[in-house]
């Protein structure tokens, strides 16, 4: 685990492409996470080099990150049970 860690420092300093493992820890997400995101459209951009060799570059990263900066949460909402609600036989 720890090897991973390393080499996504050094791939900072060397090349701008991250993989998979690389990028789920620099965001702070699990892998398995990030490859949901990428299947729903909803993560970092992505290239893919060969057939299955999935890379992010690093400026993606930053800005998809930056894009999501929040000053506070949002409010959740609460939403009371209804008086009028009666259970179904």
Same mark, same amino acid.
């Given at each position: @685990?720890?090897?991973?860690?390393?080499? !996504? !420092? !050094? %791939?900072?300093?060397?090349? =701008?492409?991250?993989?998979? %493992?690389?990028?789920? &820890?620099?965001?702070?997400?699990?892998? $398995?996470?990030?490859?949901? @995101? $990428?299947?729903?459209?909803?993560?970092? =951009?992505?290239?893919?080099?060969? $057939?299955?060799?999935? $890379?992010? &570059?690093?400026?993606?990263?930053?800005?998809? +990150?930056?894009?999501?900066?929040?000053?506070?949460? +949002? =409010?959740?909402? &609460?939403? !009371?049970? +209804?008086?009028? %609600?009666?259970?179904? +036989?």
């Amino acid at each position: @685990m720890e090897d991973e860690f390393e080499r !996504a !420092a !050094a %791939a900072r300093k060397g090349s =701008p492409f991250l993989n998979s %493992a690389q990028t789920a &820890h620099y965001l702070g997400l699990s892998e $398995r996470t990030l490859e949901d @995101m $990428r299947e729903n459209g909803e993560g970092p =951009p992505f290239r893919r080099h060969g $057939r299955r060799n999935v $890379r992010y &570059h690093i400026a993606d990263l930053e800005a998809w +990150s930056a894009a999501r900066k929040r000053e506070k949460s +949002s =409010p959740t909402t &609460h939403v !009371a049970p +209804s008086d009028n %609600a009666t259970p179904r +036989s």
